[in-house]
T-cell receptor
Framework: DVKVTQSSRYLVKRTGEKVFLECVQD?????MFWYRQDPGLGLRLIYF???????EKGDIPEGYSVSREKKERFSLILESASTNQTSMYLC?????????????FGEGSRLTVL | GESVGLHLPTLSVQEGDNSIINCAYS??????FIWYKQESGKGPQFIID?????DKRQGQRVTVLLNKTVKHLSLQIAATQPGDSAVYFC???????????FGTGTKLQVIP
């Protein structure tokens, strides 16, 4: 089974702190994604990556950056956390040219910014 | 802008009854659709998908219907069980493009 692991389930940070959210997948998938999930808004795409060192902005990239130095790892970075970034963050991976376009999600990282 | 939306934010169903969860999409270029189930404290999980060259696809206890004329997608769950209680998301995609757009979700509550 595909496993997508997010390093932290719960984080509490202060305004202005730098935050790293790590995500690792074990199925050699080319594509990886970061979404944030907020009540009533569903899942919104922050950034995605289709290859090592490649990244593309999603719908809400402002205030975030990403890093993909290795194929299995995709990191989300909040350079200076703000209270409006309090949210659930979901990482996903996807195989290019797979039988389905299924996204495999991690269990999420709930971030609270005080 | 293009969006995927749901008609009902919360759906309560008696155990054993059938459930129907609806979704409207607006991007006429989308040609691939997926339903995800998200249980409390977990990430979304794939349920079933359908391509735009089909109007119906069946899985185990689930059926997805696609009406391209009115840009409508539905998920039918037969004989709903307590374990079906979750939030359900529809998602749309253009095959060959990485971006997947999700709807806002519908919470399904199964009444024992």
């Amino acid at each position: 089974d595909v496993k997508v692991t997010q390093s932290s389930r719960y984080l509490v940070k202060r305004t202005g702190e730098k935050v790293f959210l790590e995500c690792v997948q074990d199925m050699d998938h080319e594509n990886m994604f970061w979404y944030r999930q907020d009540p009533g808004l569903g899942l919104r795409l922050i950034y995605f990556s289709y290859d090592v060192k490649m990244k593309e902005k999603g719908d809400i990239p402002e205030g975030y950056s990403v890093s993909r130095e290795k194929k299995e790892r995709f990191s989300l970075i909040l350079e200076s956390a703000s209270t409006n970034q309090t949210s659930m963050y979901l990482c996903a991976s996807q195989q290019v040219d797979g039988n389905t376009g299924e996204l495999f999600f991690g269990e999420g990282s709930r971030l609270t910014v005080l | 802008g293009e969006s995927v939306g749901l008609h009902l934010p919360t759906l309560s169903v008696q155990e054993g009854d059938n459930s129907i969860i609806n979704c409207a999409y607006s991007n006429s270029a989308s040609d691939y659709f997926i339903w995800y189930k998200q249980e409390s404290g977990k990430g979304p999980q794939f349920i079933i998908d359908i391509r735009s060259n089909m109007d119906k696809r069946q899985g185990q206890r689930v059926t997805v219907l696609l009406n391209k004329t009115v840009k409508h997608l539905s998920l039918q769950i037969a004989a709903t069980q307590p374990g079906d209680s979750a939030v359900y998301f529809c998602a749309e995609n253009i095959r060959g493009y990485q971006k997947v757009t999700f709807g806002t979700g519908t919470k399904l509550q199964v009444i024992p």
